[in-house]
């Protein structure tokens, strides 16, 4: 499998020679390997095989593989990335209904937040279980990172007079909507819930779907249901796997310090501070803020310093798993204006735990440990570009400090118990709760310094005013900290060439800084040991760089230091000062002109390599860099030996397979071996105290994750061979590749990254990054770095906003090593041979300042260049003027220019003699310097336009060597980041012998010194024939403001050119009068060297000028290859009449489309075989049911053609009415057969057995499930609404589904104008099209003879079956069904849309019938037009928004060429209906009959055939047997119809010729609109019949218009309730009582709302109330929905329509006098589908409406009578008892009736008990039922005490002046 020699068969473990420390995946204590010292890297002792080795398990050695240690890195291509650009992406959500909402008769709306953006809906009243159906779109403009980390919130929100209520609410970040399949989710729960109260559960449900489409996705339209029978807790929106309940859970961020932050603040002031302050203060006032899922918590702000120490946790509160992919942690640097950020780092919560289930799983788990901050050049001043670097958009171009921190998630079980207990701890210690009210967080006091309310201040927009804040509170700095062992680590480099410099920098004297962190940085003030010395973790730091003491850290055995004193070579003193031995820099020189181009300059680097070292110290966790790398070293090679494979599979190679399965093999022993390792270290660290929760865990995982792949691999392995099937394991393969590839990134970092700096006069110019990962040194092979101790080149590219073109300002090669100081005696080991270092007096121990080389030798370089194919275009003609820049070390050469071509062919060879190399000979064959080859575009004014480059490998030849040319191979050119097209070259580097350059083998001198490439170099030419087929143009755009009118094509190809006849008038016939021309070409044999062919368009002006209209160029000429038809079995062709042996018929396609077919049908070559037999094919042909006497019928051949069928048609109508659409008045229409079809489409999707069809009627009919409804085959639960005639409905293009139609001819774009990466820009160039086909074919001698004789054009290949190309006369038929889903056109977020046509220059605007304010409108339109092939042959269908005032606006558009329909093979024109009926709602409406058309098939095809006979038709050698006589009037009838028709759906099975024929269909059409390029604005549902006028004409059009919905009344009478809840208690006597009445209305129609009277004063819950609800209401039986047409507002012009399922709402109230009504209860009843009523009062359970009693439809029953429960929120509040009886409109004028208790028919009065009435009206009555009845003995006691009180009380004041008067008296 792998050609490169495996070097790496070594033993996992059993290296333990280990310095400072040993590989941290091997922790075999092997006591045998101490003595080995002198073995590194691959060469493990052979007799260490048979040694103990017990931590391994199973097997006493692991093989391992490692990618072939090469002293140079490989080849990358790809010289520079283009910047991130911000792009167009477009969410689309669709709210459809909620459910369950909490809350007691709420009015919800659904609010819709994507980031700044609110979009809501209308407001429901009184529901707890709103229908919406509202579609939102919102529109972004932004960077990926940025847009994929937006949420998207939806909150239901209940509307009252004066304040709104969250009733609860969900969201999820746009990520997670991203990666479901098809970027979205479809028809899915979402659960609100309370952030704020997280004990109170579930608030409710909200049915949408969400979907996210970035340019050119496609959304894939479904069919909306609305099923109340709907289980929620299996529907609901959350990814695959996430389990349906989410607990709550805490999320605390713990941040505890921060370092090496930028010293100086990028503020204005900051100069004028400094000259204050002086330079040692450090300027910034550091703050971290946490974003996590709209919530935003910030620490405190630590004044001037950049080492800040915060010890604080930010607490987030959100439900687990969360719907969110990343948390981001930004520094900011709180300024006087406003804040800076520093450094931006995501968290991406997938790399940091694991979703599996039991304890495979683990929850976010991180450090503590260090992140590492990247962004702008530390000493950048104020620039634009640096802020979006430091917010985390692009790459970082340097190191901005980091920030050590710790993230922990624990799930909450009860509520909000731990949480609330917490912060009552840390109240009263500080008041560190943040607001929830705002957005800003209170400040914690340990932060000091004011601005209490700072908030996230410079937070940027996304987060402020929106997101809630979190708790922030202290936390216990990590006691790791003080232990933390922190180590010595040395980074070497040697600049080994130094090339391309920029002229501009070069003016200056140039050298190169290698920093690593704060190290190594020489323009900053302070070195980072400095600094940190002030932290507490480093104050015991080791002095000096000794050998650790050997327990520390893997427990392995450790050689001792004083072992060899050459391997420690750094002097302990040297320590003490960190700064002192650093050597970070090269020493300025000045660069020296390249030979051959004055743009660049080099060093000249002869003789002395300068050398760099930087010391520095850090953590020791490079255990963490060392599984990477392993994981890594797995990963490359399984992605390598994947890649062959699949180049392999590409080329049809039969060794694919092997391959393949050697690769799976291979990887599952790596795969093994890591395993191991892993096992080990677990093993080794279980108690050791610094291995992180999360290192612990990934080994876990991946260890886990390993094993899973190696089963998954095993599987893939083992897979049987099926058809088809090296592709899907081509596919497994790559999501393995996939998987390994995300467990390759360490999530903890550990050393930042290596960045490389070329400084011009000390200013930084241009930089490169290096991950310090790929130079970490490992003893181990395969944990090292991919680039350690190797030679690897570097493209520096200036920092910030990058021009156009090559952005390279210099290439590096340079050698890195980095590894522990204790390690450092390995780091010349990898340094090629010939170079020696030099000490230039330094002490013996201290690193080399230059590498001396041992001897140079002279070569020359030849570059062959050939040819380049794809190149961009450059000039306005879409053409460029290309040639080829090769620079190699100090030399550079210029190839020809070649004008106005994307695929020059140079075969130019640009020698470059006297190059001296330095190094080994052997080191420079193995591994030679790189080629870089430029691309550039010539502009005679300005400067030459970048196109591309790649990089290229010289094959080296020395003088003692036999000479063999080098071959020619394609190398891909990069622009940036689009692909830039391919260059066909060759490289040799030939080493100039002795006796001088003589003896080197010859070039070919042309005049002007220029030399050919030599013969044996270049391919070897064949002859070939192209013959080409002219067909057409099509839709030319102008050219320099002129239409063209007398276009030419050129097809170019090898440097011949073959012109077609020039079109005289283009605007009358845009078709070429000659129609095949043929060229003989010179071309390669071996075909991957084909050259391109491109075809030009001029247009022939007056004067004869010609002027260029656009051309086209294809890469690849292997498509056109002649692949001869495959030849039909041998007995077939003897019995096959003499004329017809030429049968093969239009199959000789350059594209072969009959092997094409062959690779769709494996089992077509087992049936033709068979057909030898003549075998029989049963087809089934539907008896027809009992059938009465049919009306007469006036055409005798219509009668025996289908009479019968006719007959059944109309049977089944009868047999279906009261099923199928619910009402008996329902006429069966064409939408019957709509409803019908996507019912079928449903079943299908949720069938059990989705193919119970095709098991009789079709083998190799795998997407015709639409098909025959399985004659006589068992239909389970179908019954006989599958007796209705289907269609397929298809959710995209026709094209997508048959391809373009291009059988016949291929289309070609022609473009112009210069391209580039901007949106639409295609579009721009885009000028018109070609329409034709290429043959190519190798000539045998015979074939150029014959030829030269004067052949006739009738023997060519590519006209075989091609239709004349004369004027077509066509009559087309356009129905558009419907549109879904359209871009809203007007401000309130509706569109008012109506259809425009245009076909040439016809145009049919259909603005009269416009559907207003809707974004799915339903059109049932069609549209007859006459056109004539080929001038108007592409019909666009545009959908325009109506408006009154203004232009109208174009929503989106679709385009159909109609002529590739018309004369494709698939038959595209009618599509065959799946029966054959003469009338009715199916009714045949071809030309021709389905015999008819058979036979014209036949014929056309050369097939031999149809031959009828009673009961089969042979057609070929194919026999198809099934019914063909039915009875007529009691007369047998023959007809063929039926099986020809079944026949022509089974067209494909026909050996050679046969190809699937377009059936009756629906297709979906994507809209799109030049305003949004690429975007999604809509799709719309249509069909094109296409009928050529020279047959008979077809019948009347399908009548699709809308059905209208009809008129229904809903009458409902409330008789009684009972046990309605009491709500009044009486002020006096404290009794209960309710004054109950009863409110209605339909769904929708809340203006029709209707109440009952009052039936006061119930004491039981018994109210009676006799009152009739009358219910108007329109209604779509087939959809099942209630229409309703009303004006939004009073400003509305037109009535807007809606379609709302069948609900009824009862409620039940309590009335109130003085205050608002009180609300008892509620019943929502779906009129579809209720529960039978209740017989009696007391068996009326709340659990009717929920259990699954049997349900009954208003729509079938007529009337319903019983009881049903009111209830509340899920406790029953009351029984109704209530007669239902719906009738239709007509029913309900003949007998009429009368609301409430009135006329007609009018209701008795309810017999109410006296107690019933209003205490305010009768308030006499009021007393004397609620006092005297009660009290009526007190009130007598009372009178007659009062009377007694009152006589007493008389007595006693009349007394005393009685008795005094009668002593006066007497």
Not at 835 to 863: I, N
Not at 1375 to 1392: C, E, F, Q, R, T
Not at 1708 to 1734: C, K
Not at 1788 to 1797: D, F, Q
């Amino acid at each position: 499998m792998d050609p490169k020699p495996r070097k790496g068969k070594i033993l996992f473990g059993l290296k333990v020679k280990k310095k400072k420390k040993v590989n941290a995946d091997l922790v075999v204590a092997n006591k045998g390997a101490v003595d080995s010292e002198t073995e590194v890297g691959s060469e493990a002792s052979p007799q260490l095989e048979g040694e103990s080795n017990e931590d391994q398990p199973g097997s006493s050695a692991v093989r391992t593989r490692v990618i072939t240690d090469n002293k140079r890195s490989r080849v990358n291509t790809h010289i520079q990335d283009s910047e991130v650009k911000p792009q167009s992406f477009q969410i689309a959500i669709n709210i459809t209904e909620a459910r369950q909402l909490v809350g007691e008769n709420i009015d919800p709306s659904v609010v819709i937040e994507v980031g700044d953006e609110k979009k809501q809906t209308s407001v429901k009243e009184g529901t707890n279980a709103p229908f919406y159906n509202e579609y939102f779109v919102f529109d972004f403009f932004a960077h990926k990172d940025v847009f994929f980390d937006k949420v998207i919130k939806l909150t239901v929100m209940h509307s009252k007079m004066l304040r709104s209520f969250c009733v609860g609410s969900f969201k999820l970040d746009v990520w997670t909507v991203y990666r479901q399949p098809g970027h979205q989710f479809f028809n899915k729960w979402a659960m609100l819930t309370n952030p704020g109260d997280i004990s109170t559960g579930v608030k409710g449900y909200v049915k949408c779907d969400i979907s996210v489409s970035a340019k050119g996705d496609a959304m894939q339209p479904e069919h909306k249901a609305s099923d109340a029978e709907e289980q929620i807790d299996k529907n609901l929106l959350i990814p695959e796997g996430f389990p349906s309940e989410r607990p709550w859970a805490r999320f605390c961020v713990k941040v505890y310090r921060a370092e090496g932050l930028p010293r100086n603040n990028s503020s204005i002031m900051a100069n004028v501070t400094k000259a204050f302050i002086g330079e040692n203060t450090a300027l910034i006032d550091p703050y971290v803020v946490v974003s996590f899922f709209k919530q935003v918590g910030r620490t405190s702000t630590q004044k001037s310093t950049a080492d800040p120490v915060w010890n604080e946790q930010i607490v987030f509160i959100e439900m687990f798993p969360p719907l969110c992919q990343r948390l981001k942690i930004q520094v900011w640097d709180e300024g006087s204006m406003s804040d800076v950020a520093i450094g931006t780092h995501y968290f991406d919560l997938r790399r940091i735990s694991n979703e599996q289930d039991g304890d495979r799983g683990f929850l976010p788990t991180f450090g503590p440990a260090w992140i590492n901050l990247y962004g702008s050049a530390r000493n950048y001043s104020l620039g634009d570009d640096t802020v979006e670097l430091n917010e985390g958009i692009g790459e970082g171009v340097s190191y901005r400090g980091r920030v050590y921190m710790e993230l922990a998630v624990e799930i909450l079980s009860g509520g909000t118990g731990t949480e609330s207990k917490l912060t009552r701890m840390i109240k009263p210690a500080k008041d560190a709760k943040a607001g929830k009210a705002g957005a800003k967080d209170v400040k914690t006091p340990a932060g000091g310094g004011g601005g209490g309310g700072g908030g996230a201040g410079g937070a940027p927009e996304d987060d402020k005013g929106k997101a809630t804040a979190a708790e922030v509170l202290p936390v216990e700095s990590p006691p790791v900290m003080n232990t933390d062992n922190r180590n010595n680590f040395l980074l070497f480099g040697a600049v080994f060439e130094a090339t391309m410099i920029d002229r501009k920098i070069g003016d200056k004297p140039v050298n190169f800084e290698f920093s690593l962190g704060t190290y190594g940085n020489i323009l900053e003030s302070s070195p980072q040991t400095s600094t940190s010395a002030t932290s507490p973790s480093v104050s015991h730091r080791k002095k000096g760089l000794d050998v650790p003491d050997a327990g520390e850290m893997f427990g392995s055995s450790r050689r001792s230091s004083s072992s060899s004193t050459s391997l420690s070579p750094l002097l302990p003193r040297e320590a003490q000062d960190g700064t002192a031995s650093n050597k970070s820099t090269t020493s300025p020189e000045k660069p020296l002109v390249v030979e051959g181009n004055r743009y660049y300059m080099y060093l000249p680097l002869d003789k002395k390599k300068p050398c760099i070292h930087v010391l520095s110290e850090w953590e020791d966790r490079t255990y963490r860099m060392y599984h990477s790398n392993m994981l890594e070293n797995i990963a490359v090679l399984f992605e390598e030996g994947v890649s062959a494979a699949a180049e392999l599979h590409r080329k049809a190679d039969s060794a694919v397979e092997s391959t393949l399965k050697t690769v799976l093999r291979d990887f599952c022993i790596d795969a093994r071996g890591f395993i191991a390792a892993a096992e080990a270290k677990l093993k080794a660290e279980l108690k050791s105290s610094y291995l992180t929760q999360l290192d612990k865990k990934r080994l876990t995982m991946c260890k886990q994750e390993l094993e899973s792949m190696i089963g998954e691999a095993q599987a893939v392995g083992q897979r049987k061979r099926k058809a088809g099937g090296m592709k899907e394991m081509l596919q497994d393969a790559t999501k393995l590749t996939h998987k390994i590839r995300f467990l390759v990134e360490e999530p903890q970092h550990t050393v930042p990254d290596v960045f490389v700096w070329l400084l011009s006069n000390n200013k930084r110019v241009a930089y490169a990054r290096i991950r310090t990962r790929d130079l970490l040194f490992s003893s181990s092979q395969e944990a090292r770095g991919i680039h350690c101790g190797k030679i690897i080149t570097l493209f520096l590219k200036p920092p910030g906003k990058r021009v156009t073109g090559l952005s390279v300002q210099a290439k590096l090669d340079v050698y890195l090593w980095f590894g522990a100081s204790s390690d450092s005696g390995h780091m010349l080991e990898g340094l090629p041979a010939g170079f020696l270092p030099t000490t230039e007096g330094a002490d013996a121990r201290s690193p080399p300042t230059y590498l001396q080389c041992a001897g140079q030798h002279q070569f020359q370089l030849r570059c062959h260049m050939y040819q380049a194919r794809g190149l961009i275009a450059a000039d306005n003609t879409g053409l460029s003027d290309p040639f080829a820049r090769v620079t190699f070390l100090s030399h550079s050469q210029t190839t020809n220019i070649i004008s106005q071509t994307l695929s020059p062919t140079w075969n130019q060879c640009l020698p470059m003699s006297s190059l001296l190399i330095n190094g080994d000979l052997q080191y420079i064959q193995q591994e030679p310097p790189r080629v870089i080859i430029e691309v550039y575009d010539d502009d005679a004014l300005g400067k030459a336009e970048y196109l591309g480059a790649t990089v290229a490998v010289p094959e080296v030849c020395l003088s003692y060597e036999l000479y063999s040319p080098p071959t020619l191979r394609y190398s891909p050119l990069h622009c940036g980041s689009q692909p830039g097209g391919e260059l066909l070259a060759a490289f040799e580097l030939l080493k100039i012998p002795e006796s001088g350059p003589q003896k080197l083998p010859d070039l070919e001198e042309q005049e002007g010194g220029i030399y050919t490439i030599p013969e044996n170099i270049r391919p070897v030419l064949s002859t070939y024939r192209l013959e080409v087929l002219f067909w057409g143009l099509r839709e030319l755009k102008k050219v320099q403001l002129l239409s063209v009118d007398r276009p030419q094509v050129f097809i170019e190809c090898a440097g011949k050119t073959l012109r077609s006849s020039v079109i005289q008038k283009y605007k009358s016939n845009p078709n070429f009068t000659t129609l095949v021309d043929i060229i003989e070409l010179e071309l390669p044999e071996n075909e991957h060297l084909l050259p391109p062919l491109s075809i030009t368009v001029v247009d022939w002006r007056a004067f004869g000028r010609s002027t260029l209209v656009g051309n086209h160029v294809i890469n690849n000429l292997k498509a056109f290859k002649y692949v001869p038809p495959p030849a039909l079995p041998a007995p077939i062709q003897t019995q096959r009449p003499p004329t017809d042996v030429l049968s093969p018929g239009p199959a000789p396609t350059p594209q072969s489309l009959s092997t094409e077919e062959q690779l769709q049908h494996p089992g077509e070559t087992s049936s033709a075989a068979a057909l030898v037999t003549s075998q029989d094919v049963l087809i089934t042909v539907e008896e027809a049911p009992p059938i009465p006497p049919p009306t007469p019928v006036k055409e005798p051949k219509k009668q025996k053609d289908g009479k019968a069928k006719t007959a059944r048609c109309r049977s089944t109508k009868r047999r279906r009415r009261t099923i199928a659409d619910e009402s008996a008045e329902c006429v069966i229409d064409w939408w019957s057969k709509y409803y019908a079809s996507v019912e079928k489409e449903a079943k299908k999707d949720s069938s059990p057995f989705p193919q119970v069809f095709e098991k009789v009627t079709s083998h190799s009919d795998g997407d015709k499930k639409k098909k025959q409804k399985g004659k006589g085959a068992p239909e389970p639960s179908i019954g006989l609404k599958t007796k209705l005639a289907t269609l397929k409905l298809y959710n995209k293009e026709l094209e997508a589904e048959f391809g373009p139609f291009d059988d016949w001819v291929n289309t070609y774009e022609l473009f112009r104008g210069k391209a580039s990466e901007e949106e639409g820009a295609n579009e721009e160039r885009f000028v018109g099209k070609f329409k034709g086909r290429f043959c190519l074919y190798k000539l045998t001698e015979d074939e150029a003879e014959d030829w030269d004789e004067g052949a006739e054009m009738g023997q060519l290949r590519v006209n075989r079956g091609i239709p004349s190309n004369g004027p077509v006369q066509v009559l087309i038929r356009v129905y558009i069904v419907s549109a879904s889903n359209l871009h809203p056109a007007d401000p309130d977020g509706k569109a008012d849309p109506y259809i425009v046509l245009r076909l040439g220059k016809n145009e049919i605007k259909d603005r009269d019938n416009y559907i207003p304010k809707q974004l799915n409108p339903v059109f049932g339109r069609s549209f007859e037009m006459h056109a004539t092939f080929p001038q108007e042959s592409l019909l666009s269908v545009l959908i325009y928004d109506y408006d009154l005032v203004g232009g109208d606006d174009l929503i989106g558009e679709t385009r159909i060429d109609l002529e590739n329909r018309f004369y494709s093979r698939h038959r595209a024109t009618c599509g065959l209906p799946t029966e054959y009926c003469l009338e009715g709602y199916n009714a045949w409406r071809d030309c021709l009959k389905p015999s008819e058309l058979l036979s014209k098939m036949c014929r056309e095809n050369s097939v031999d055939g149809p031959h009828f006979s009673p009961g089969r038709i042979i057609v070929g050698e194919k026999v198809f047997t099934g019914k063909t006589l039915f009875m007529h009037e009691d007369q047998p009838v023959e007809s063929y119809e039926h099986l020809s028709l079944k026949i022509l759906h089974r067209w494909e099975e026909i050996a050679a010729v046969g190809c699937k024929l377009v059936p009756e269909h629906i297709e979906t059409r994507t809209l799109f609109s030049k305003t949004r390029p690429g975007m999604d604005q809509g799709q719309v549902q249509m069909w094109v019949d296409l009928f050529p006028m020279d047959m008979p004409h077809p019948g009347p059009s399908v009548d699709i218009s809308p059905r209208k919905p009809k008129g229904y009344e809903l009458r409902i009478i409330i008789w009684n309730t009972e046990d309605v809840i009491l709500e009044d208690s009486n002020f006096i006597t404290g009794q209960k009582s309710s004054d109950i009445y009863i409110k209605g209305w339909l769904k929708g129609l809340e203006d029709d709302r209707q109440e009952t009277d009052v039936h006061y004063n119930s004491l039981t819950g018994e109210g009676n109330f006799n009152w009739r609800f009358v219910f108007p209401f329109s209604y779509l039986p087939a959809e099942k929905v209630v229409v309703v047409r009303k004006r939004e507002s009073i400003f509305s012009l037109d009535k807007t329509e809606q379609k709302i399922p069948a609900i009824l709402l009862l409620q039940v109230w309590d009335f109130e006098t003085l205050s608002s009504d009180d609300f008892l209860g509620t019943l929502e009843l779906d009129l579809h589908g209720f529960p039978r009523g209740a017989k009696t009062a007391k068996s009326c359970k709340v659990d009717m409406l929920t259990d699954g009693t049997e349900k009954i439809s208003i729509f079938q029953q007529k009337r319903a009578r019983g009881w049903w429960p009111f209830s509340k929120s899920g406790e029953l509040t009351g029984k109704v008892e209530a007669d239902f009886h719906l009738v239709t409109a007509e029913e309900s004028e003949k007998n009429p009736v009368g609301r409430a208790r009135k006329e007609p028919e009018p209701l008795p009065k309810p017999n109410r008990p006296d107690t019933s009435f209003s205490w305010f009206v009768n308030p006499f009555k009021c007393f004397f039922y609620l006092v005297w009845r009660n009290y009526k003995k007190y009130i007598i006691i009372a009178i007659l005490l009062l009377i007694t009180a009152l006589f007493l009380a008389l007595l006693f004041y009349t007394l005393p002046g009685a008795i005094s008067q009668k002593i006066v008296e007497g």
